[in-house]
């Protein structure tokens, strides 16, 4: 194509023709501007189906996240509900003052633990860290996507804060021994008859003036009201959750 673009100017210098060849210049300047400002606009248009590709891979990215979250929070909002129920039964057999310690002891571990939700963020930690937020374009969108993590944030930090206070309440009994901690069935296999003997606890539960009758009575009364706001800032995060995941879908698909 250069060839017979040259050809033509040299015939025409040839012949003398410069009025023409003046003209032919112009129009080839044109046409390889016109060639240039083409290649400009596809790539400009290839650039945009990038990043709209990118900015729906995102889309997806954060919605498999928030699956996953919701997936998550269904089993702590189921591991909260049981843990509600040992932590009442436990209560009731404490303020029925048994004879039996055993009672109470088959109950405490599963009154303490719980199982934590930890929210995915993988997504969101990758396009902020990157600085390719401004990639997502849908803003509305975007602001709904920020809005849903930093509300769960803050419920989070009231979670935590909220189980940093009853975990102290878990080591701040007076006497383990005496409560009987080497009695719960999950650990008195370990100590084996003999250290048993030895590390022999008071009967404690018979007395609701005991200072560990109180300090279990105070423990599950607040094991039940955290373990109800757990449960509450949890649901209102799996709200958020599903309607945030309803609209990424859309766009994913």
């Known amino acids: 194509m250069i060839k017979f673009f040259r050809h033509i100017r040299k015939s025409l210098l040839e012949q003398n023709k410069m009025g023409k060849y003046f003209k032919y210049a112009i129009g080839e300047i044109i046409l390889v501007v016109i060639g240039i400002l083409i290649a400009l606009q596809i790539n400009n248009w290839n650039d945009q189906r990038k990043l709209k590709q990118q900015e729906q891979t995102y889309y997806c990215k954060i919605s498999e996240d928030i699956k996953t979250d919701i997936k998550n929070i269904n089993r702590t909002l189921v591991s909260l509900k049981e843990r509600k129920i040992i932590a009442k039964r436990l209560l ?7 004879e039996d310690k055993s009672v109470l002891l088959q109950d405490y571990l599963g009154a303490i633990r719980a199982y934590d939700y930890i929210p995915t963020k993988a997504a969101l930690v990758d396009i902020t860290s990157s600085g390719k937020l401004e990639n997502l374009k849908n803003s509305a969108l975007k602001n709904e996507i920020l809005n849903h993590y930093s509300e769960q944030d803050y419920a989070l930090k009231v979670i935590e804060a909220n189980d940093n206070e009853i975990f102290q309440k878990i080591f701040s009994y007076n006497n383990f021994t005496d ?5 719960v069935p999950l650990y008195k296999d370990e100590y084996g008859p003999e250290l048993s003997a ?25 094991t039940v009201i955290l373990c109800s706001r757990e449960q509450q800032l ?12 309803n609209k990424l879908s859309n766009y994913c698909n």
């Open 92 to 98: 009731i057999n404490l303020l029925n003052v048994h």
């Open 179 to 183: 409560f009987g901690i080497n009695e």
């Open 198 to 222: 030895l590390l022999k606890s008071t009967e404690w539960q018979q007395d609701p003036d005991n200072v560990l009758f109180k300090h279990l009575k105070d423990h599950m009364n607040m």
């Open 234 to 245: 949890l649901q209102d995060i799996k709200v958020s959750s599903e309607e945030l995941f």
